[in-house]
């Protein structure tokens, strides 16, 4: 929507074939989790998991994090329509048409890239208080609400889509008296620990920190 109050044409909205959801006033649900994607090899995508998706199911493939001196294609994403599943492998109908690894789909080493399953709803309806939200950010999947909807989307007071605190790890405080604290992880992931266990000692010079996550 280019804020007309129109629905642009072509724009996708999905199949429907979800069916409505609808929340009760107080409840909560989380879209589908994702699966950490291990290997692509032209329109193939191997995943970490029973892939729970059929043929003709959108998904989303999103690069989340990198490691220290690989993270140029962080945050790249694209939608695809499954085109078959065999076994860990999903076939999609399309090849990618961004890169997801450092340089290359063939290398993926230090990346965390997951595929999320995107529900095809009509509408979707959140009584009072109700919550749309998704699985926490673990390392390799989570922190995605991805969904199509062909009808309304119509949330009620103090209802909401949520987010918050899904994603990256944040960084735990020192735990001695004036110690530094510690970085929390970021698009080059968890970052290396500084003296050991990162515990730390007296002084603001000694530990307690992390070191070239960009965070």
Do not use: K
């Not at 939608?79 to 789909?105: E, H, I, K, L, R």
């Not at 919550?131 to 309304?152: C, Q, S, Y």
């Amino acid at each position: 929507n280019d804020c007309d109050g129109s629905i642009d044409e072509g724009w996708w909205v999905g199949t429907g074939a979800d069916g409505a959801l609808s929340l009760s006033a107080g409840t909560s649900t989380t879209v589908d989790a994702g699966l950490p994607v291990t290997a692509i090899s032209s329109d193939e995508f191997t995943v970490d998991g029973t892939p729970g998706v059929v043929a003709g199911d959108e998904v989303l493939v999103i690069n989340m994090h990198g490691g220290d001196t690989a993270y140029v294609h962080v945050g790249v994403y694209e939608f695809y329509t499954v085109d078959s599943v065999s076994g860990s492998v999903v076939t999609m109908a399309d090849v990618p048409s961004v890169t997801f690894g450092q340089s290359s789909n063939s290398d993926l080493t230090d990346q965390a890239i997951q595929m999320v399953r995107v529900p095809q709803y009509t509408d979707v309806t959140l009584a009072a208080s109700a919550i749309l939200t998704a699985d926490a950010w673990d390392g390799e999947t989570g922190g995605i609400i991805a969904f199509r909807a062909t009808g309304t989307v119509s949330l009620a007071a103090d209802a909401a889509i949520v987010a918050d605190e899904l994603g990256y790890w944040g960084g735990e405080t020192g735990t001695i008296y004036n110690n530094d604290g510690f970085q929390g992880e970021s698009y080059a992931g968890e970052g290396d620990g500084n003296l050991g266990s990162g515990t730390g000692v007296y002084g603001n010079w000694a530990a307690g920190y992390y070191l070239n996550n960009y965070g």
